[in-house]
């Protein structure tokens, strides 16, 4: 995607390894087989008592997040 510079990190051969990212949504599924072990930190902004995600596209858009080397499969 020429608009975010991704063709020029490609050209750098930067594939994200040790990059950090943060996905604010409706939280994750911390035992998803694409997520176990990735996610580093969870924080609460709402009125519930947990960061699990009941609705899945938090789940989601955190695997598309972690899907370096094409490993993320989806929720």
Known sequence: MKQVGADL?????Y????????????GADADHPDLQGRITASENFTDTDTTDDRQGHGTHVAISAAAAGGRGTGA
Do not use: I, N
Not at 9 to 13: E, K, L, N, Q, T
Not at 15 to 21: E, I
């Open 15 to 26: 594939d994200g390894t040790g990059a950090r990212v943060a996905v604010l949504d409706t």
């Open 9 to 13: 990190a490609r050209a750098a051969d």
